[in-house]
C-alpha cells in the first residue's frame, strides 16, 4: 500500500493549490478516500474525503465552497482542488485511506501517505 502526495507550495492569501495523491496497492471500489491537515501545535484535522464509487464527498465546514475533492478512476488519484486560500489553511496535508469507523475522524483511516506543505501568507 502506497500513497503520495504532492503539490503543496507557498501561495498567497486567496491563491488556489491542487494537491494530488496517487495510490497503489490498495482495492478501490467500496473505499473511501480522504484528506486530513496538520498546523503546528494542533491536531490532525479531516478536510475532505470521497467514496471511489458513487462520488459522495464528505467535507469540513472549515473549507466547504472553497475546497473540492475528486478522484481520477484511471489513474488511481485523488485530487484537492483548494482555492481562496487563506493564511489559516497553512498546514501538512496527508491524504489517507479509510479503513473503518467515522469517515470524519483520523482514526477511520488506516493508511497515510507522507504530507505534502501548503504555506499561505502574503
Known amino acids: 500500500v502506497q500513497l503520495q502526495a504532492s503539490g503543496g507550495g507557498l501561495v498567497q492569501p486567496g491563491d488556489s493549490l491542487r494537491l494530488s495523491c496517487a495510490a497503489s496497492g490498495l482495492t478501490f471500489s467500496s473505499a473511501r478516500m480522504g484528506w486530513f491537515r496538520q498546523a503546528p501545535g494542533k491536531e490532525r484535522e479531516f478536510v475532505a474525503a470521497?467514496?471511489?464509487?458513487?462520488?459522495?464527498?464528505y467535507y469540513a465546514d472549515s473549507v466547504k465552497g472553497r475546497f473540492t475533492i475528486s478522484r481520477d478512476d484511471t489513474e488511481n488519484t485523488v485530487y484537492l482542488q483548494m482555492n481562496s486560500l487563506k493564511p489559516e489553511d497553512t498546514a501538512v496535508y496527508y491524504c489517507?485511506?479509510?479503513?473503518?469507523?467515522?469517515?470524519?475522524?483520523?482514526?477511520?483511516?488506516?493508511?497515510w501517505g507522507q504530507g505534502t506543505q501548503v504555506t499561505v501568507s502574503s
Open positions: 489517507a485511506f479509510h479503513v473503518g469507523g467515522s469517515v470524519y475522524s483520523p482514526y477511520g483511516y488506516g493508511h
Open positions: 470521497i467514496r471511489w464509487s458513487g462520488d459522495t464527498t
